[in-house]
């Protein structure tokens, strides 16, 4: 026979105080797990977003990054002619870029703050074909930008005819992009020759080429790697963006495997609070046992109203990570918008029932093994 | 004091409670100097730029290691009358396996950077590293990480690059030993930046004529291909790490948060040992102690088990780091301050568990305390 619910609830209103301390340990361990989660997840996938599958990136030969890259003038020429590229009516789908990184400054405003800067012709909106103009001009000439979400965030807000300054000059917002939420978003687009000039730059940093289909890809890189006049390294868009998300990848996984530690920290808490909830009641458990109920049904209820601690700590820990959710966190080339998914929430929840189990499993097994005679002789 | 014999009984009398509240302590104090070191490795960075040297590269740039400014202008520079020396610094990222282990590449012209970062060679030697093009000196710290050894050849596969080890060596500026020092001759002819550096670091005769040297380098450049901006080594230290202030606010929230939950934690175990002890309070404040005794005896157990847990966690990560680590740009290293700190915040967690059952426990009068039969 089982005992009622009801006993357990009533137990753990009778220690209010000691209750609801563990409960908030227990929440405030589940909300840094979901939002440390959660913030790596984002970073991840920010990253894994960007770029499309018949695209390729081509930079100097072994440059770490496109900012670290610049083509020499002769291959700028060679570059968008080769084959298994994929050609607009006459125009092949090759994109000359620079990539430069500068301090920019929103007048009114203090501080500098780290940007990135692309600069493109107007044929990388056909190469870059996930980037979606929301509002505004393409027309770029004339120091105009082009913002992403992150970029605008990371500016503070700034919106269409505002102006920022970098490199000396003054760039006027004229229009907002989305990128599915990549890290392309992070990107203030402006006009290549404008770039060129005000960062007094003499060569392109990239080109990002579009395959004639996915299957030429492999091709292109081929063939591009093995051509003596460029000197070039290319690499599968996707695959670069993975990769340039790695550079950052030991942020999160600090905190990572700090919420795992803390983690293991709350067990501890839980074991402590079921221990003494055992002790506190072996009188109350040997008369239990007298009226009849099995060392069994005491063990399955010690552990219920341990999974009823961890529960209440999972869903008050949820609920706090959740607010996490939108929050971005901003560290050089890197923006990520936080995203709490329904499946790492559930994940933080059922983690939380299973610290209190984890805790409550060694006292409860000590109060199902109790003698009858000795729990009650126990003043 | 004379308290102390009965504070021990009481923490070993339930052992398990006591075992399992200094578990959690260590485990909270452990992540937070975990955190603090990282933390310290920030301030290491720019703590050890110097004031008195400046630091010349190309305007307008964020990203550090993106700039360009040409090695003509160190001949400019160095004819400057306050200048006692320059040396330009070109700098590299490359990643060794993959691009989580990025490695910092610093082609350096040896002899002058020596001078001006206080380069000593541990291990191998300075000949072996001047006499081939791809000899390197590596970092002390990163050198340990991946175990690399004096002779050996490291590549770096994706970046197509070989580099022989000449030795180990550590620097007064703790910003190198992170990373690689090649000779710059060869590196710029890898990277195809013949010619430039991303940076030159310049010694002045006197440092009082900082500001006066820095704009009257950037006025002569101003109008050369290349601009640039010139301040002191440890402002442009610390624009560089700027961008980092949100993953380290980030990381000063985790360090609260450990310390939160612990203190739940504590409060929890301190509470029961208090309510089971109620009649037990109630006698000795019978035999004539006061609430200040009592007061003194539960946050005086709370502290005692606070530190041994405290010790075991810094115990934790000073084995953790036995040897420092290198983590991106920044080097682990255990410092004594940071232990400090780990200590003060197990007092912490003790006092803050102890502080509202404590109370409680001298609130109660004696004769309630003495009915209770529980």
Redesign the interface.
């Given at each position: 026979m089982a005992l009622p619910l009801s006993y357990n609830i009533r137990s753990l209103l009778q220690r209010k105080?000691?209750t609801v301390?563990?409960i908030?340990?227990i929440a405030?361990?589940i909300?840094?797990y979901v939002a440390m989660v959660s913030f790596s997840q984002s970073m991840t996938s920010t990253f894994a977003r960007a770029g499309a599958p018949d695209n390729v990136v081509v930079i100097?030969?072994?440059?770490?990054?496109l900012?670290?890259s610049?083509l020499?003038k002769s291959s700028t020429n060679v570059i968008p002619f080769f084959d298994h590229i994929r050609h607009k009516g006459e125009t092949p789908l090759a994109s000359p870029e620079l990539a430069?990184?500068?301090?920019?400054t929103v007048p009114g405003r203090a501080g500098?703050?780290?940007?990135v800067a692309r600069g493109i012709q107007p044929v990388f909106f056909d190469v870059l074909d996930q980037i979606r103009v929301t509002h505004g001009s393409r027309d770029l000439r004339g120091n105009k930008l082009l913002l992403g979400p992150a970029a605008r965030h990371k500016l503070g807000g700034v919106g269409i005819g505002d102006t920022v300054v970098?490199?000396?000059e003054s760039w006027t917002v004229a229009g907002l992009f989305e990128a599915e939420g990549s890290s392309l978003e992070l990107a203030m687009l402006a006009d290549l020759s404008d770039l060129m000039r005000a960062?007094?730059r003499e060569e392109l940093s990239a080109f990002t080429l579009k395959a004639a289909s996915v299957g030429e890809v492999a091709p292109l890189v081929k063939l591009l790697e093995d051509d003596r006049r460029v000197l070039v390294t290319a690499v599968p868009e996707k695959e670069y963006y993975v990769?340039?998300g790695?550079?950052f990848?030991?942020?999160p996984a600090?905190?990572l495997l700090?919420?795992y530690?803390?983690l293991?920290?709350?067990i501890?808490?839980g074991?402590?609070?079921m221990?003494?909830a055992v002790?506190?009641r072996t009188r109350e458990i040997g008369t239990i046992r007298a009226l009849g109920f099995s060392g069994a049904s005491i063990l399955v209820s010690f552990l219920v109203e341990a999974a009823l601690i961890g529960a209440a700590g999972g869903l008050l820990g949820t609920a706090l990570g959740w607010l996490a959710g939108g929050a971005r966190?901003?560290?050089?080339?890197a923006s990520v918008q936080c995203t709490v998914t329904p499946k790492v929430a559930a994940t933080g929840f059922v983690l939380a029932i299973a610290i209190g189990l984890l805790g409550g499993l060694a006292p409860a097994l000590r109060a199902s093994r109790l003698q009858i005679v000795d729990a009650i002789k126990q003043? | 004091m004379k308290f102390l014999p009965l504070i021990l009984k009481n923490i070993l009398r339930n052992r398990r409670r006591t075992v399992l509240m200094a578990a959690g302590i260590a485990v909270a104090v452990f992540v937070i100097s975990a955190l603090l070191t990282v933390e310290a490795g920030f301030g290491t960075l720019i703590g050890s730029a110097e004031d008195t040297l400046l630091h010349v590269r190309e305007k307008g740039l964020a990203c550090p290691v993106t700039s360009r400014v040409f090695d003509s202008y160190l001949h400019r520079i160095q004819s400057n009358p306050s200048v006692r020396s320059a040396t330009g610094v070109l700098r590299g990222l490359y990643s060794y396996r993959s691009k989580d282990n990025m490695v910092v590449v610093s082609g350096v012209d040896y002899n002058s950077f020596r001078d001006l970062k206080g380069i000593r060679v541990v291990d191998g030697s300075e000949q072996t590293f001047l006499g081939r093009p791809d000899a390197v000196l590596v970092g002390q710290p990163l050198a340990t990480q991946h175990g690399w050894r004096e002779g050996q050849t490291v590549a770096f596969e994706q970046s197509g690059v070989t580099f022989t080890v000449a030795g180990t060596f550590v620097s007064s500026d703790k910003a190198y030993e992170n990373g690689i020092l090649a000779q710059k001759e060869y590196l710029a002819k890898l990277q195809r930046d013949e010619g430039k550096s991303t940076y030159i670091v310049v010694a002045l005769k006197d440092p009082a004529a900082a500001s006066a040297v820095s704009l009257a380098i950037d006025s002569e450049f101003k109008n050369a291909p290349k601009p640039t901006k010139t301040e002191s080594e440890r402002d442009a230290r610390e624009r560089e790490l700027s961008d980092f202030a949100q993953i380290r606010r980030m990381l000063g929230l985790l360090v609260l948060a450990a310390i939160v939950v612990s203190i739940f934690g504590a409060a929890n175990s301190v509470s029961m040992s208090v309510r089971e002890r109620t009649r037990e309070v109630g006698i000795l404040r019978s035999l004539g102690l006061q609430k200040s005794h009592i007061l003194g005896i539960v946050i005086g157990e709370s502290l005692v088990v606070a530190l041994v847990g405290g010790v075991i966690g810094i115990g934790l990560s000073a084995l953790l780091l036995s040897t420092d680590k290198v983590l991106a740009l920044i080097v682990l290293s255990l410092r004594p301050s940071t232990l400090l700190s780990a200590v003060a915040t197990s007092v912490v967690i003790g006092l803050g568990g102890a502080f509202l059952p404590a109370i409680r426990a001298t609130k109660l009068s004696i004769v309630d305390a003495l009915r209770l039969a529980d």
């Open positions: 105080s000691r301390l563990t908030l340990g405030s361990v909300s840094i100097q030969k072994s440059a770490f990054s900012s670290l610049s020499q430069v990184e500068p301090w920019v500098e703050i780290f940007m970098f490199f000396g960062a007094q990769a340039s790695r550079t990848s030991m942020l600090i905190g700090m919420s530690i803390i293991l920290g709350a501890f808490g074991m402590n609070t221990y003494t002790a506190g966190v901003n560290v050089m080339t003043v | -």
